[in-house]
């Protein structure tokens, strides 16, 4: 288990530019979400898949950001025509569903993140 | 959705124990409480989580109130490493088929030599 990976760990773009992170989540893990966080605030949910299908979007998630994860390992997020106020970490978490019908979430296991900066 | 109030930081002298309290008024029947921590420059690392009873692993014990309308998180003996900021969630679930877990800002716990 060699835990949630992020890549790239930083990422300076100008503001106007596109920006791609990728996450791999731990290999058995059908859940895979991505948080974003700003400096003094807590994660902030942004969406979550199960498997390949993305089952939900936050409203911080504006129409400039997309996330796909083709066949239900890794995940991208992709930031278009980046402004300033995206420079945040972004997070990704992966998590293993509860059996049935259960109100328990697994833990999440989360990666160290990247940190975006938009000059 | 059930929010959470912490206190914003906390010191704590090395060795000594360290208790994190969180209040959750509004919590439904079937929400469990979970307690994750941030160490500067990496991602939260979960701690544990209860729902009606105490629990202890590893890490630290979580006591519930019988009313389950607060919790404190007890680090035992704590460290250096454990300077941390701690977030007190209870799950909320999204719309649609997901859940979500909403983190606030937390506790920043510092430990001092």
């Known amino acids: 288990d060699t835990g949630v990976s992020q890549n790239p760990r930083h990422k300076i773009t100008k503001r106007g530019q596109n920006v791609t992170f990728r996450c791999d989540p731990i290999?058995?893990?059908?859940?895979l979400y991505w948080y974003r966080q700003t400096l003094g605030q807590g994660p902030e949910f942004l969406t979550y898949?199960?498997?390949?299908?993305?089952?939900?979007k936050s409203r911080l998630l504006s129409d400039r950001f997309s996330a796909e994860r083709p066949k239900g390992s890794f995940s991208t997020l992709e930031i278009q025509r980046t402004e300033q106020g995206d420079s945040a970490m972004y997070l990704c978490?992966?998590?293993?569903?509860?059996?049935?019908?259960?109100?328990?979430?697994?833990?999440?296991?989360f990666g160290n993140g990247t940190r975006l900066t938009v000059t | 959705d059930a929010k959470t109030t912490q206190p914003t930081s906390m010191d704590c002298a090395e060795g000594r124990a360290a208790n994190l309290p969180c209040n959750h008024s509004?919590?439904?029947?079937?929400?469990?409480v979970y307690w994750y921590r941030q160490i500067h420059s990496q991602g939260p690392q979960y701690i544990i989580h209860?729902?009606?009873n105490n629990e202890t692993n590893e890490m630290a014990s979580l006591i519930i109130t019988e009313d389950r309308k607060s919790s404190t998180l007890i680090l035992p003996h704590a460290t250096l490493r454990d300077t941390a900021v701690y977030y007190c969630?209870?799950?909320?679930?999204?719309?649609?088929?997901?859940?979500?877990?909403?983190f606030g800002k937390g506790t920043s716990l510092l430990v001092t030599p």
């Open positions: 978490a992966s998590s293993l569903s509860p059996l049935g019908g259960s109100s328990y979430n697994s833990p999440l296991h």
């Open positions: 209860g729902l009606k």
């Open positions: 290999s058995e893990h059908n859940r």
């Open positions: 898949f199960q498997n390949e299908a993305q089952l939900e």
């Open positions: 969630i209870v799950r909320v679930r999204a719309q649609g088929s997901g859940y979500a877990l909403n």
């Open positions: 509004t919590i439904s029947g079937n929400e469990y």
